[in-house]
C-alpha cells in the first residue's frame, strides 16, 4: 500500500481561487511529520509548511495553510488566493518514527494556474 | 549563503561507466540524504546518513554507494551505470535528526537544486 497518496494528477484553477491539493497518508506510527513542497518548472525542491503528529493546531505559512484531519489521515494544502507563480508540481511528503529514515513522497499534483 | 550545493547539473554516461555526484552543505547539518525523481514516480530515498561516518539504506539503495567522511560532504557513487539509474538527483539535508522517540522535531529538508542524468 502507498504510504502517501495524492488523488490529483493535474488542476487547473483560475487566479485568485483557492486551491486544495489532497494528500492522505498511511502510517502505524503515532509520531510523524507531514509536509508539502512546491517544485517549480525549474526544478527546485521548495519546502511549504509542515504538520506535526502532534500539533493540534493546523499549521500555516502565509497563503499556505494545512487541513489536517488525523482521524482521516488526510494533510490537506490549501493555497488561498491562487497566483500565475503558484503554476508547480506539489509534492506531500511524510517521516515517520520508525523504519527507514527519510521522508517518503506522493507522486505529485501538478497544479496549473490559469489567468 | 550557499546551502546544499550539487555538482554536476548534467551528466551523460554510457552503460557501465562510473561517476560521484557531489553534494556539500554548508550549515552544519548532521542529517544528509540522496532522493531520485523519476516520472510518476515522486522522489525516492536512495541513501541516508545521520553523521560523519555514518550511512544507511533507503528504498532504492541498489546500484549506488556512499560514504560520509566529513559533515559537510555526501557523495553519491555509481560503481557501474545502468539506463535505468536515469534519472534526476537531488541531494538534501536537515538541521535536526527525527529520533523517533515521539518528539516534534521540525525535519524540514533543504534540497540542492538537482542532477540531471542521462546513461546511454
Known amino acids: 500500500a502507498q504510504k502517501i497518496t495524492q488523488t490529483q494528477p493535474g488542476m487547473f484553477v483560475q487566479e485568485k481561487e483557492a486551491v486544495t491539493l489532497d494528500c492522505t497518508y498511511d502510517?502505524?506510527?503515532?509520531?510523524?511529520?507531514l509536509f508539502w513542497y512546491k517544485q517549480p518548472s525549474s526544478g527546485e525542491m521548495i519546502f511549504l509548511i509542515y504538520?506535526?503528529?502532534?500539533?493540534?493546531q493546523n499549521a500555516t505559512e502565509g497563503r499556505y495553510s494545512l487541513n489536517f484531519q488525523k482521524a482521516r489521515k488526510s494533510a490537506n494544502l490549501v493555497i488561498s488566493a491562487s497566483q500565475l507563480g503558484d503554476s508547480a508540481m506539489y509534492f506531500c511528503?511524510?517521516?515517520?518514527?520508525?523504519?527507514?529514515?527519510?521522508?517518503?513522497f506522493g507522486k505529485g499534483t501538478h497544479l496549473i494556474i490559469q489567468p | 549563503n550557499a546551502g546544499v550545493t550539487q555538482t554536476p547539473k548534467f551528466q551523460v554516461l554510457k552503460t557501465g561507466q562510473s561517476m560521484t555526484l557531489q553534494c556539500a552543505q554548508d550549515?552544519?547539518?548532521?542529517?544528509m540524504s540522496w532522493y531520485r525523481q523519476d516520472p510518476g514516480m515522486g522522489l525516492r530515498l536512495i541513501h541516508y546518513?545521520?553523521?560523519?561516518?555514518?550511512?544507511d539504506q533507503g528504498e532504492v539503495p541498489n546500484g549506488y554507494n556512499v560514504s560520509r567522511s566529513t559533515t559537510e560532504d555526501f557523495p553519491l557513487r555509481l560503481l557501474s551505470a545502468a539506463p535505468s539509474q536515469t534519472s534526476v538527483y537531488f541531494c538534501?539535508?536537515?538541521?535536526?535528526?527525527?529520533?523517533?522517540?515521539?518528539?516534534?522535531?521540525?525535519?524540514?529538508?533543504?534540497f540542492g537544486s538537482g542532477t540531471q542524468l542521462s546513461v546511454l
Open positions: 538534501a539535508s536537515s538541521y535536526s535528526f527525527y529520533s523517533g522517540t515521539g518528539s516534534k522535531a521540525n525535519e524540514k529538508l533543504f
Open positions: 550549515m552544519n547539518h548532521e542529517y
Open positions: 502510517t502505524s506510527d503515532q509520531s510523524y511529520g
Open positions: 546518513s545521520v553523521g560523519a561516518g555514518i550511512t
Open positions: 511528503a511524510m517521516r515517520e518514527a520508525g523504519g527507514a529514515d527519510g521522508l517518503t
Open positions: 504538520q506535526g503528529s502532534y500539533d493540534e
